[in-house]
């Protein structure tokens, strides 16, 4: 069978290969990648709780930390009931659901729309506030590939798709 991503699979993968493991870090360097992949997964969950701070970029970090640190804690916030699925679309196809997207999307543009409505601050910070929203906003839509085929049975693959959900990809 020919996946979208042109590479053959045997009819019972689901997935293609596995990318092989980091190799762990050891004495003072894996003590750092540990003590960072915590701090991330801190400010992780932080972002889940908190509208503004972003979730994904944290819990991405911690996993990249953990692969190099503790493969049981890596195991662990792959199994998470809250990160998991984001860490395993993004370990299998290198992308994010369209979901993830919407709901991080309408996140920045509701925390960015009542901190520049209502906060009293200077028209210049103001400025500042929203450019960068714009800029993680175009960061979310036009560079993260989005994944598609969720729930048709094929096997998903990560397209980078413009606003009417055209094919940019050339494929």
Do not use: N
Not at 23 to 36: E, N
Not at 43 to 59: Q, S
Request: charged residues 20%; aromatic residues 8%.
């Amino acid at each position: 069978m020919v996946a979208d991503d042109g590479e053959t699979h045997k009819p019972d993968e689901q997935f293609p290969p596995a990318r092989p493991r980091p190799p762990l870090a050891s004495g003072l360097k894996r003590v750092l990648y540990l003590c960072a992949g915590i701090l991330c997964v801190g400010l992780a969950y932080l972002g889940a709780l908190l509208p503004g701070l972003p979730t994904t970029p944290w819990v991405l970090l911690a996993s990249y930390c953990f692969a190099r640190s503790s493969p049981r804690l890596e195991r662990w916030l792959k199994r998470s009931p809250i990160f998991g699925r984001l860490l395993r679309d993004w370990d299998e196809h290198r992308g994010i659901r369209r979901p993830v997207k919407v709901v991080a999307v309408l996140m920045v543009v509701t925390v960015v729309s009542l901190s520049v409505t209502f906060g009293r601050l200077p028209l210049w910070v103001k400025c500042v506030i929203a450019g960068l929203a714009l800029i993680g906003l175009c960061v979310i839509v036009f560079v993260v590939p989005t994944i598609r085929g969720e729930g048709s049975g094929e096997v998903p693959s990560a397209r980078r798709e413009g606003w009417r959900g055209q094919d940019r990809t050339g494929g």
